[in-house]
């Protein structure tokens, strides 16, 4: 699996748009971009996932550059709900190894 | 839709003992997987199961193991407890067709080894 570098710490102001970056230089044709992230003491939670195209749900907007080698994860109006650990990570389906493999994310701190 | 439950929610275990942790997942999900999250050292991924059967595990020694019930809800084991194995275990479920990376995760248990 390819490796991602994200920032260990950012900060973001209750409602403006919060943009975290995650490099993934590395990344091969068929792995894909998956975000999640973890609320102090809780479990992780699935935000979004792509391969090459901007994806957008109701939690967040996925950007991938054209190169593939990095991402942005857009949180559009931050909360102060939204200060967790973010974690980017790239896989493939391998058929059998399929695990997640959690890096040590950006945590985020929403301010008000 | 309720969510992956765990129990208990905490635990406090002397070292040498053993102990069973118990996931129950989401409602149709038929893939349970197990993590460990040690201070410090981020999440690990412990054990896979799908459809009752183990498909995959982590790096981790024989004194931890599971099962999947015909239900699909699982438990996972660990033997001769050690005072590293003091972490907040975290159980995920994944539904048959779903995205493999799609998982969701249950609160967690959190176990003390003294």
Known sequence: DAKTTQPTSMDCAEGRAANLPCNHSTISGNEYVYWYRQIHSQGPQYIIHGLKNNETNEMASLIITEDRKSSTLILPHATLRDTAVYYCIVSAYQGGSEKLVFGKGTKLTVNP | ?114
């Open chain 2, 1 to 114: 839709e309720a969510g992956v439950t765990q129990s208990p929610t905490h635990l406090i275990k002397t070292r040498g003992q053993q102990v069973t942790l118990r996931c129950s997942p989401i409602s149709g999900h038929t893939s349970v997987y197990w993590y460990q999250q040690a201070l410090g050292l981020g999440l690990q991924f412990l054990l896979w199961y799908d459809e009752g059967e183990e498909r995959n595990r982590g790096n981790f020694p024989p004194r931890f193991s599971g099962r999947q019930f015909p239900n699909y809800s699982s438990e996972l084991n660990v033997n001769a407890l050690e005072l590293e194995d003091s972490a907040l275990y975290l159980c995920a479920s994944r539904g048959a067709g779903e995205n493999i990376y799609e998982q969701y995760f249950g609160p967690g248990t959190r176990l003390t080894v003294t």
